[in-house]
C-alpha cells in the first residue's frame, strides 16, 4: 500500500511511516484491542515462555513472537512483557521509600522515566508505571 497519499489526504502533519504504522497497530482488522483485546492466560504463557527461554537477552524478536500470537502486534506483546508479565516487576503499591527514588531521579532526569526506571529503580518499576505514579494526583499532594 502506498500510504503516502493518505497520509497527504487525510492526515495533515502526518508521515506516510506514522500512518502505516498507525494501521499495523490499531485499525488492522483482525488486531484485538480495548476490553475484547484482554490477554488470556495461554498468551500469557506463550509470551512468558518465548522471553524466558530465548537466548537472546534482552529479548528484542516481539515481531516474530507476534506471529505466534494472531491478533495480537509486537508492541502490544512488549507492553504486555514490560508492564506486567516480566518477574522482575514490583506490583506492590509505591511506598514512601518509592516515592522518594522517584522525587530524587525526576529531579536528575527530568521525565526520562526510561532512565529513571533503570538508574533509580534498578528497572524494578516499568516506566509506564513511574510516569503514571509522578502523575497521580496522590503523588503532588
Known sequence: RDWEPIAMEHLMGKSAKECHERWIRYLKPGVRKGQWGQWTDQEDYIVIDAVTNSSEQPFTRWSDL????????????????????????????????????????????????????????????????????????????
Do not use: M
Not at 98 to 108: A, C, P, S, V
Open 66 to 141: 507476534a506471529q505466534r500470537l494472531p491478533g495480537r502486534v509486537a508492541k502490544q506483546i512488549r507492553d504486555r512483557w514490560v508492564n506486567y508479565l516480566n518477574p522482575n516487576i514490583n506490583h506492590l503499591p509505591f511506598g514512601r521509600k518509592d516515592d522518594l527514588l522517584l522525587w530524587e531521579g525526576h529531579k536528575k532526569l527530568g521525565k526520562r522515566w526510561v532512565e529513571i526506571s533503570t538508574k533509580s529503580f534498578n528497572s524494578t518499576r516499568p516506566e509506564n508505571q513511574i510516569k503514571n505514579r509522578w502523575y497521580s494526583a496522590l503523588f503532588k499532594k
